[in-house]
């Protein structure tokens, strides 16, 4: 099994920053994709930003030019650096993570806990 551990949100005027962290544990023998979802009241759950194991990066429009998505391959953790907020960035964002486990070949799917990004006007 693999636990992640989302921190890093709370409460922040227009304008401010915060920056997500996701740790990974657990049985992993590798990460290829890393990314983080949100989900606002009343909205689909959408793609905010991904990682490639190679470094790549994608990010809703929404979000480009003012998040950053970047990975600690040793730790197996994922961040997610938030400037310029807006009040539209108000959601519960949560991690994603594609591992392959020892003796695996095959990939899965594991979420974070999820955690509130408040963003005030």
């Known amino acids: 099994q693999v636990r992640l551990v989302e921190s890093g949100g709370g409460l922040v005027q227009a304008g401010g920053s915060l920056r997500l962290s996701c740790a990974s544990s657990g049985d992993i023998f590798s990460i290829s994709v890393m990314g983080w979802y949100r989900q606002a009241p009343g909205k689909q759950r959408e793609l905010v930003a991904a990682i490639g194991s190679g470094g790549s990066t994608d990010y809703t429009d929404s979000v480009k030019g003012r998040f950053t998505i970047s990975r600690d391959n040793a730790k197996n953790t994922v961040y997610l650096q938030m400037n310029s907020l807006k009040p539209e960035d108000t959601a519960v964002y949560y991690c994603?993570?594609?591992?392959?486990?020892?003796?695996?070949?095959?990939?899965?799917?594991?979420w974070g806990q999820g955690t509130q990004v408040t963003v005030s006007s």
């Open positions: 994603h993570v594609h591992v392959r486990s020892s003796g695996r070949w095959s990939y899965n799917d594991y």
